[in-house]
């Protein structure tokens, strides 16, 4: 074998050598891109995920601030327009005493008080519904004190001879007590419009 031959059997080998270390670098660098492009498309994909996850976390507290905030405004207006038709009640109620059919309200209210009461009892009431006390006591056949003084709309309040039972029974009182039953009704009502 000649020495050219031998040069280009060593410089053939050299090409080969050259042209498998190449292949294999580009075998690498194509297998590390492929490996590169996998994981940057799962970070993307993750970190879409987490966006998304972070974005419907932020629309659902948002969601629930607005309805924090509609209940919030929904329990003003009912209790705004709650304590309206509450100071309209009281402003009808203050004037029932110059209604005509006062000394039937009037007796009932008082025939109620009496009921809670034994005879000999106090009844207490305004000046002005002194002779319509009297009357009605008489009507009703019952032996009580009667005394004047007592500062109300209209209605009475009776005290037991010992002092110990109190029975009042008064436009304003009976306003009161029926406040707790008028709330959850009036809240009835603005739902249903």
Known sequence: MSLQHILKAIADDADKQVRDILDEARSRRESRL????????????QALAEAEAEAAHARARILHQVHLETLRRRVEVQETTFQAAL???RETLSQVRFRNDYPAIFAALLSEALAAQEPGATVRVTKEDLPLARRVLADLGWDAHLSSGLATWGGVEVHSSDNRIITRNTIESRLERAEPDLRPLLADILRAN
């Open 34 to 45: 492929a490996e590169a492009r996998k994981q940057a498309a799962a970070l993307r994909t």
């Open 87 to 89: 100071q309209r009640a």
